[in-house]
């Protein structure tokens, strides 16, 4: 490849891009995690919480944010995108002075045709290997400069970066051997919809796996086979990011989310007490009432605390059963095991303090 301005201006680029993620890394402990720091100490002195929960936190705390922890990672996340930019930037470079005869069996794959055909393949696996890395970076690097705001940066995120490109590329790659396996009748997914379909994929590579689960009938799943599955976009204010982050912390599913640890999730996860406490919240009341949620929330009736507070008025359970048609013996059972659960009052008590805190600022500012 000859060395000229051209050639310099995208190596910069793609030097440029990969720096991304040093750089952050730098900025969130020069600047952001001292604060992160002290609105944790605050928020534990406004949770009363106890002391061998607070010793418990502070040293927890600190290897958390362990700065020798990030260097793997960041290095990670750093090579991978460059060597995604260079494919980009550089892919055309490398096959106009390619020989017809090189193959690859990444590229290839099961294809077998003139040297010529053969050529133009591996071209289009290459752009669809590159806009993969390509969506997988920008979804990537949105959730590093949210993260970086919320002062949440952590060594995984950047492992997670890394391997979701990597892990993107070769699903959008397989989906391209599938589509050209596929008969033109039966298969959407033309030559020029394929470079949209894996920066997409980079984007959402469960989405490109689930797809490809789909089309072959050896892993499709079997609703009789399985349990009750509870996604968590059944919780209410749940995005893409925040899925993304509970995952880091093994949280892949509502039933996830309503066994999780209330103090270890607001030491690890950047969200506030009282979005956790919602949440966790939400995701009991899915837990005993699956699909029927909806209709509880036709009423009023959120989470676990919002049913704790209807079966304290007599004849409100009542009530509530029957509007929503949910069986009412099914609802004093779970009125029952929440008014026992200690973890729920415990929950319940931190989110009233947390109210009264708000609360009091409210009037300090509108005495002023």
């Known amino acids: 490849m000859e060395f000229s301005l051209p050639v310099l201006i995208k190596a910069t680029i793609a030097l440029s891009f990969a720096l991304f993620f040093p750089l952050t890394a730098i900025s969130y402990f020069q600047f952001r995690l001292k604060k992160k720091r002290a609105d944790f100490d605050d928020l534990m002195r406004t949770l009363k919480v106890g002391t061998s929960a607070s010793k418990y936190s502070s040293p927890a705390f600190r290897n958390e944010h362990e700065g020798s922890s990030y260097i793997l990672p960041v290095t ?3 090579f991978v995108t460059l ?8 892919s055309q ?6 020989s017809l005869d090189s193959q690859s069996a990444l590229l290839s794959g099961m294809f077998m045709g003139s040297p010529e055909n053969s050529h133009q393949f591996q071209m289009q696996s290459s752009v669809v290997i590159a806009l993969a890395l390509t969506g997988g970076f920008m979804w990537s690097a949105q959730n590093i400069i949210r993260r970086l705001m919320a002062a949440d940066l952590t060594p995984g995120l950047y492992y997670s970066a890394g391997m979701r490109m990597t892990y993107a590329s070769l699903i959008a790659l397989m989906i391209f051997f599938l589509s050209k396996a596929t008969p033109g009748s039966q298969n959407f997914l033309t030559d020029n919809m394929m470079p949209a379909m894996a920066f997409l994929i980079g984007m959402f590579p469960d989405k490109g796996l689930t ?18 599955q509870l996604p968590l976009d059944m919780v209410e204010g749940m995005s893409s990011f925040h ?4 995952r880091e912390n093994n949280i892949d599913n509502v039933q996830n989310l309503a066994e999780a640890k209330f103090l270890d999730l607001l030491l690890k996860t ?22 029927n ?3 509880l929330r036709n009423y009023n009736i959120r989470d676990v605390f919002d049913l704790l507070q209807a079966g304290r008025h007599e004849g409100q359970l009542k009530q509530l059963a029957a509007k929503t048609n949910i069986d ?26 947390l109210v009264d805190l708000e609360d009091n600022h409210l009037e300090e500012f509108s005495g002023q």
């Open 76 to 78: 990670f996340g750093f």
């Open 83 to 90: 060597f995604g930019n260079v494919y980009l930037l550089f």
């Open 93 to 98: 470079d490398i096959f106009a002075a390619s």
């Open 211 to 228: 797809y490809l689960k789909d089309k072959i009938a050896l892993f499709k799943d079997d609703p009789l086979e399985r349990a009750h």
């Open 243 to 246: 899925k993304e982050r509970l």
């Open 270 to 291: 950047p969200f506030t007490a009282r979005l956790l406490i919602d949440w966790i919240g939400q995701a009991k009341l899915l837990v005993y009432f699956k699909s």
């Open 293 to 295: 949620t909806n209709a």
């Open 328 to 353: 009412e013996l099914s609802i004093q059972i779970a009125y029952q095991s929440i008014q026992e659960n200690r973890e729920i009052e415990i929950l319940h008590e931190f989110q009233k303090r």
